[in-house]
């Protein structure tokens, strides 16, 4: 797989410049507000960036190392150099073309010995759209105070470069798995599987003494509900003749709906079901109630 | 089906997409939960008057089904007897045993009770109590099984921790009414012969009938609880059928079932008991085709 990521590191001489009030040097880095030698600019160059022309990064980060501090906050405003290939750093490079595009930064100060970061994305991909970029060449990059607070300012030491730029060029890849499907499972039609419910041993209980078992199938009702003498059905709203049981007043209590006639009024208790309707005839002033089950009778 | 709840479908069926009415068990659906069962006997007085009462103490009046045990005798049909049988809906007449009992539910109790039966006599029956509603009701149950731990489904809407235990659609505090199998039988009943007519009186006179029966081997060693549905064209109706209308293009078609260890029969039978002057019905019964659906479930009548 192509590497995604490059870093390019200030470690030679003419790699930096320091402007400050009064005078500059290309011995040291610094930028910021220096109560001692005012508002200070600095600049950066890194050699052999291997990145093809036209190339759009995806992310580009200076790490601008904090060799000396001082102050609590840094603001900085930075641009890319706008040259084909940026050359030494043997005279104040502040007077070379630089990018429209620009960088700022307002964020707190490392200690020393820490790094803080500045995106440099658009500078670098505008450079790298110039038609004379190659592979391979140099890149600078012009700080400068942004009105930070008195006496804050980062210094990158002459005898420990530790600055660095760090180019992603794509992002990164997505790893999420592709689901696949799984075959379904089969299980044995053993009784050893499923679930079972009971009050003793579930493994060793019999058919009988299971409270439930997923191996064998509920009389599950549909609906239950209560009818009476004017409305002695229910609509079962099923395609087929359903399963139902039901229960009929009398002065004592409740009793079994069948179709019997002998004790009873002519029809009272009778329950039958026909293509559309579960019916129970609950007696004059009386009522019925119904359960009629998902279950078919064909 | 609802996207949230319990489907259980039979192996190699996709328990997603399998239909309600060949699911095992849905959520969705709620099952009769057996709150009690067992066995209760009274003896008739010299009156034939007797009863017995199972206290559920539920405060609603609930479901429930009762089966007779007796022996199973009717000589025009079958010269054997057959002891220790058990007979659904003792309130209907059935011609493998005589007698016939009132059977409820109150508020409180099942009530069993017998009028003008034989006198001094001990009758058996096998009880189920179930949890779930005979009536409208709304309000707290008076008691329920104490049961901090196991599985309850409630219905759509509900809350199963609030809940009243009847209207869950499931909990392990009881046995749910599970099938064994199922079972599809016919029995024809061919036309019945012209009512010759007999002299009130006149017992000796030859009454006209006819019937069969059907047995299912359940295999199952012991009586299962089953219910048995008759189907006629497109109506159905639940057994024990005591048809004086006419439903299977007869007089007084009876269709009853019994069951003991070994078989579960369903019998059709009809009769004309006309007179000379006064001819039953028109004396005529057509032939008639029956089909039976059988639910036979895994409770065991005898324990």
């Given at each position: 797989m192509a590497t995604n990521y490059n870093a390019y590191y200030l470690f030679s001489t003419q790699m930096y410049w320091w402007e400050y009030n009064g005078g500059d040097t290309g011995t040291a880095f610094q930028v910021g507000n220096d109560a001692v030698f005012g508002v200070s600019k600095g600049a950066m160059r890194f050699e052999n960036i291997t990145v093809a022309q036209g190339t759009t990064v995806y992310d580009a980060q200076i790490f601008i190392w904090v060799g000396l501090k001082s102050g609590s906050n840094i603001k900085i405003k930075m641009h890319g150099i706008d040259e084909d290939n940026t050359s030494a750093f043997g005279s104040n490079p502040f007077g070379r073309p630089q990018t429209t595009a620009y960088s700022l930064l307002d964020d707190s100060i490392p200690s020393s010995g820490q790094w803080r970061s500045i995106n440099a994305t658009d500078s670098i991909n505008e450079i790298l759209a110039r038609s004379g970029w190659a592979s391979g060449n140099a890149m600078g990059f012009a700080f400068q105070d942004n009105s930070s607070s008195a006496d804050s300012w980062i210094f990158d030491a002459s005898s420990n470069h530790g600055s660095l730029l760090f180019i992603k060029l794509a992002a990164d890849p997505d790893f999420t798995p592709t689901p696949t499907g799984v075959l379904a499972p089969s299980f044995p039609i053993d009784p050893k599987y499923g679930i079972k419910i009971s009050n003793i041993n579930a493994k060793t209980a019999t058919s009988k003494q299971l409270y439930y078992f997923s191996g064998k199938k509920e009389l599950q009702t549909l609906k239950r509900l209560k009818l009476t003498e004017t409305v002695p059905q229910t609509h079962h709203t099923l395609p087929?003749?359903?399963c139902a049981i039901g229960y009929f007043e009398d002065a004592?209590?409740?009793?079994?709906?069948?179709?019997y006639l002998s004790q009873f009024d002519v029809g009272v208790g009778t329950l039958y079901v026909n293509n559309e309707y579960v019916f129970?005839?609950?007696?004059?002033g009386k009522f019925a109630y119904v359960y009629v089950f998902i279950d078919p009778l064909g | 089906m609802s996207t949230y709840g319990i489907s259980v479908s039979k192996p190699g069926v996709n328990a997603r997409t399998v239909s309600d009415k060949d699911s095992q068990f849905k959520g969705s659906f709620t099952t009769l939960k057996i709150l009690k069962s067992g066995e209760a006997a009274f003896q008739t007085n010299g009156s034939g008057n007797g009863s017995l009462s199972v206290r559920h103490g539920l405060g609603f009046s609930p479901a429930f089904y009762v089966f007779r045990k007796g022996t199973a005798s009717f000589s025009f049909l079958d010269a054997t007897s057959y002891s220790n049988c058990y007979f659904p809906n003792p309130e209907a007449t059935n011609e493998w045993i005589s007698g016939t009992f009132?059977?409820?539910?109150?508020?409180?109790?099942?009530?069993?009770?017998?009028?003008?039966?034989?006198?001094?006599?001990?009758?058996?029956?096998?009880?189920?109590?179930?949890?779930?509603l005979?009536?409208?009701f709304s309000g707290n149950q008076i008691f329920?099984?104490?049961?901090?731990y196991g599985i309850e489904i409630g219905k759509s809407g509900k809350n199963v921790k609030t809940s009243q235990d009847y209207e869950k659609s499931y909990s392990n505090k009881y046995r749910s009414l599970q099938y064994y199998k199922e079972s599809f039988q016919a029995g024809?009943?061919?036309s019945l012969p012209?009512?010759?007519?007999?002299?009130?009186?006149d017992t000796s006179s030859s009454i006209a009938q006819e019937g069969s029966y059907v047995d299912i081997q359940h295999g199952l060693g012991y009586p299962p609880f089953f219910l048995v549905f008759a189907t006629s064209t497109s109506l159905s109706f639940l057994s024990p059928v005591v048809d004086g209308g006419g439903i299977f293009d007869t007089s007084a078609t009876l269709i009853h079932g019994w069951c003991n260890n070994s078989i579960i029969r369903i019998t059709h039978y009809r009769e004309n008991t006309g007179t000379t002057s006064s001819p039953d019905g028109g004396g005529l019964g057509g032939s008639s085709f029956i089909n039976y659906k059988c639910f036979i479930f895994t409770e065991d009548l005898a324990s």
């Open positions: 087929y003749l359903p004592n209590g409740m009793h079994m709906a069948g179709s129970i005839y609950p007696g004059v | 009132s059977c409820y539910t109150t508020t409180s109790d099942l009530i069993i009770s017998a009028t003008s039966q034989a006198a001094n006599t001990i009758y058996t029956f096998k009880y189920y109590i179930f949890i779930d005979a009536q409208d329920t099984l104490k049961n901090q024809a009943l061919p012209a009512m010759n007519g007999r002299v009130n009186s």
